[in-house]
């Protein structure tokens, strides 16, 4: 029988799907060009970025098929997995989980993927720790809403702000299958209050109800359509949410979410279900939280 590989563990790449940058020139190859840093420094985004090749896609859709089938032999440490996921009979409005990177090699090798770490440690402007993954699926014609929110509204426990988050499309993200969309500048309000986060259509505008008089004029939702492959940042405070899948095809996505390194715990609560607790003023690290990009390989990519 294959090793079981307890990959919360491995604070590096397992296998060799991902190319690795050996050293600051291979990995300025991967660096966003100035005006798409500044983009995202003015819109609370930056989209598209063509992050994946054919075989990595298709492992990535592999694994996303596997962990979601009947009798999947890992499921045990997949977080939050919604009741449908696995029921053939059943016709789920979204497929939601968490932990995927504790479960298969790819899931757990693209969190150091240099395509994602290098453009991460730009925007997070030094180095990238990881924070969690998720697993937003729509499948055809059944793909609920994702409300209208805020990603640092979810992440209180952790402090300062200092987050991002990667969206990366496993199949052509389209306006007739729920492609996120982002309210571009609403990096620059407050925290708004959470909302029902999953749901449907009826529960995205929820957000409306707490916007003030300028936030409601300035409410102009923008598409990220991606292409299959692509992915998109975007700010913890930019308001974001994706609409429901009306077409013939399945939106399956993977969302990477970071922080930077030094990033405390202001919680005695778990940060994530399952994860060790980090006890408040300390920093976020540990098994549950690997460190992608540190200081000094930022230090030595920014020349
Ligand atoms: O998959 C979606 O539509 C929502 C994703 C999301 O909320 C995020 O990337 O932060």
């Known amino acids: 029988m294959a090793e079981r590989i307890e990959y919360r563990r491995r604070h590096e790449p397992v296998g060799a799907l991902f190319p690795r940058a050996q050293g600051p020139a291979e990995a300025l190859r991967f660096?966003?060009?100035a005006e798409r840093v500044a983009f995202?420094?003015?819109?609370?985004?930056?989209?598209?970025?063509r992050v994946l090749d054919v075989a990595q896609l298709q492992a990535l859709r592999d694994g996303m098929t596997r962990m979601t089938s009947p009798g999947y032999p890992r499921a045990g440490e997949l977080i939050g997995l919604s009741k449908q996921a696995g029921e053939p009979t059943a016709t789920p409005q979204m497929i939601y989980f968490q932990g995927a990177w504790l479960a298969e090699e790819a899931f757990h090798d693209i969190l150091f993927h240099p395509a994602i770490a290098v453009p991460a440690a730009q925007l997070l402007e030094g180095g990238v720790r990881f924070f969690h993954d998720q697993v937003f699926f729509k499948?055809?014609?059944?793909?609920?809403?994702v409300a209208w929110h805020q990603d640092y509204s979810y992440w209180q426990r952790t402090a300062p702000i200092g987050h991002l988050t990667c969206f990366i499309a496993l199949d052509d993200a389209t306006l007739d299958n729920g492609c996120l969309h982002v309210i571009p500048g609403s990096q620059r309000w407050n925290l708004l209050p959470t909302v029902k986060l999953v749901g449907g259509d009826e529960d995205m505008e929820a957000i409306k109800q707490v916007l003030s008089p300028e936030q409601r004029a300035a409410f102009k939702p923008t598409p990220i359509q991606l292409k299959a492959g692509e992915c998109s940042f975007h700010h913890p405070l930019t308001l974001h949410g994706s609409?429901?899948?009306r077409s013939e095809r399945p939106r399956r996505s993977f969302v990477l979410n970071f922080m930077k390194p030094d990033t405390k715990?202001?919680?005695d609560k778990p940060l994530m279900p399952g994860a060790a607790v980090v006890p408040p003023g300390q920093v976020v690290q540990g098994d549950d939280f690997p460190l992608v990009l540190d200081k000094v390989q930022v230090a030595g990519i920014a020349g």
């Open 31 to 33: 660096a966003l060009p």
């Open 139 to 145: 499948p055809a014609k059944h793909g609920g809403v």
């Open 40 to 49: 995202f420094r003015e819109h609370g985004y930056v989209a598209p970025i």
């Open 265 to 267: 715990s202001a919680s």
């Open 243 to 245: 609409y429901a899948n």
